[in-house]
């Protein structure tokens, strides 16, 4: 490569080169982005039903974990938001009550106990 005597194409070559190297040499690796934060999310099936009294449906909830935490025991919790509506189990199995209305399932994630779903329950 000739070099030329144009001090500003020089200049230029040489900034060039210092671009170059400081992008290859060993060491100067450009960070990679910072992870994400965790957001965490909780789904819950299904969402509506319809009931006879006394007739039972299994509620399932879907949680996000984030990498390298573990939840011990259950990482949701069930309640029935109407007193009299019915009960519910730790494993999601809902039991419609007698009473004839529209009740609430909701879930709630033990680890982000703002995180919560609910379901809206028929008892014809």
Same mark, same amino acid.
């Given at each position: 490569?000739?070099?030329? !005597? ?32 965790? @957001? ?38 069930? !309640? ?13 199995? &809902? ?7 529209? &009740?609430?399932?909701? @879930? !709630? !994630?033990?680890? &982000?106990?703002? @995180?919560?779903? @609910? ?6």
């Amino acid at each position: 490569m000739a070099l030329s !005597r144009d001090p500003l194409v020089c200049i230029l070559s040489a900034s060039s080169l210092l671009v170059v190297l400081a992008c290859t040499a060993p060491g100067n690796a450009v960070p990679s982005k910072p992870p994400e934060p965790f @957001v965490p999310t909780l789904n819950l099936r299904p969402v509506t039903v319809s009931l006879g009294a006394g007739a039972t449906q299994t509620f399932q909830a879907e949680i996000n974990v984030q990498k390298g935490v573990h939840i011990p025991g259950s990482p949701v919790g069930w !309640r029935v938001v109407e007193p009299g509506g019915g009960t519910i189990t730790t494993a999601g199995l &809902y039991t419609a009550p007698a009473t004839p209305g529209i &009740y609430h399932v909701q @879930v !709630r !994630r033990e680890d &982000y106990k703002e @995180v919560t779903a @609910v379901a809206t329950v028929t008892v014809k």
